[in-house]
């Protein structure tokens, strides 16, 4: 997507908006972001749009763009909320895997808390950066040139990822795996690329090889915890509670924000084997709070570590304690709001 022009396309969606007050460039991100984390996943939401935004935002506010980078590159952040498909964030993916969540039941009961919590979260980050977004001002640049015609194989991707995302829920409904129609729409995108002109040695690097091994020893942590009891506090705190909806998201919540939300979806996944779970109720609110929780902290998810890492790269500088606070504010009601939807959702 990114090699053959869709971001740069992207982009000019965006820089109209700028033309007008910041908060509608601010909306815009929010939105774009939000859909393509869904649509894609989180990190590669993260991956993908951040750099878009920090580019057009120094192109069309060439002076004021300093203050406009954190709250866009937050809003980036922050718009990969809860996942609204189990394809829109690995963890989930590989949790509901493990516990027999399929495509269908785990987008009936998540979409809407995802709605939920986007609007929540936007509503804070409006409040959060409020003197910032309130600056009248259009924007003084312009983006460069006009984006150029869609080639004939971005399109060819586009139309991959739509059939890819309309395949998933058939392939669910007849209880079929999901892999193969990644794996088909992976195949049809790389050779898209090779004739588009790309090397295959390009592809391959533009893939973040270093999270097998970061997944490999978010396991290994996984089970070491296991096998010093953390497992069965947790089967025990999720039991013995009166409210288990509300424990077990913010328990996923601390923990992720603490330990990693990749070792913690693996702690709940052991701690909620075999319990009772109408409508898997209990298992998606740990993901509700496996996936905000890393807003708490920078060292939460996969997520932020990339997201950081792209903002060193840009020189943006997000201080930890900007984070913390940031995060807080936002946490405290999405996590509320969305474990309340979902308690209502699977509860009817």
Not at 205 to 211: F, H, K, L, N
Request: proline content about 7%; hydrophobic content about 60%; overall charge positive.
């Amino acid at each position: 997507a990114e090699r053959l022009g869709l971001l740069t396309r992207l982009a000019a969606i965006i820089e109209p908006r700028t033309r007008g007050p910041v908060k509608h460039a601010f909306q815009v991100t929010f939105a774009l972001s939000a859909l393509v984390a869904a649509a894609l996943s989180n990190d590669a939401a993260i991956l993908l749009m951040t750099p878009t935004v920090l580019l057009l935002l120094r192109t069309v506010y060439p002076r004021r763009h300093p203050k406009f980078l954190v709250p866009f590159a937050v809003a980036v952040f922050t718009a990969a909320g809860v996942a609204p498909l189990v394809i829109s964030n690995p963890m989930n993916l590989i949790f509901c895997d493990h516990a027999g969540i399929g495509f269908n039941a785990y987008a009936v009961a998540m979409i809407p808390v995802a709605i939920a919590g986007w609007l929540v979260a936007y509503a804070a980050l409006a409040w959060i950066f409020r003197d910032v977004l309130a600056d009248p001002a259009p924007a003084l640049g312009a983006w460069p040139t006009a984006p150029e015609r869609l080639s004939r194989g971005a399109q060819i991707v586009l139309m991959t990822v739509a059939v890819a995302l309309c395949a998933y829920p058939v392939f669910a409904y007849f209880d079929l795996p999901l892999w193969p129609v990644a794996a088909a729409g992976a195949a049809v995108c790389v050779a898209v690329s090779v004739h588009a002109g790309h090397r295959g040695a390009d592809l391959a690097g533009g893939v973040a090889w270093t999270i097998f091994p970061f997944l490999m020893g978010v396991f290994i942590l996984a089970m070491a915890l296991e096998r010093v009891g953390v497992v069965a506090w947790l089967r025990s705190l999720y039991g013995s509670s009166p409210a288990p909806v509300a424990t077990i998201g913010v328990t996923s919540a601390i923990g992720s924000a603490l330990l990693n939300n990749h070792p913690m979806s693996v702690l709940n996944a052991f701690a909620l084997d075999g319990s009772p779970d109408a409508g898997n109720t209990r298992a998606l609110a740990a993901l509700v709070g496996g996936d905000l929780g890393p807003r708490l902290l920078p060292v939460g998810s996969l997520a932020s570590l990339l997201w950081y890492d792209l903002l060193r790269k840009h020189q943006v500088d997000v201080h930890v304690t900007t984070f913390i606070r940031v995060g807080v504010l936002l946490t405290v009601p999405t996590l509320a709001v969305s474990l309340l939807v979902l308690w209502l959702v699977t509860g009817l």
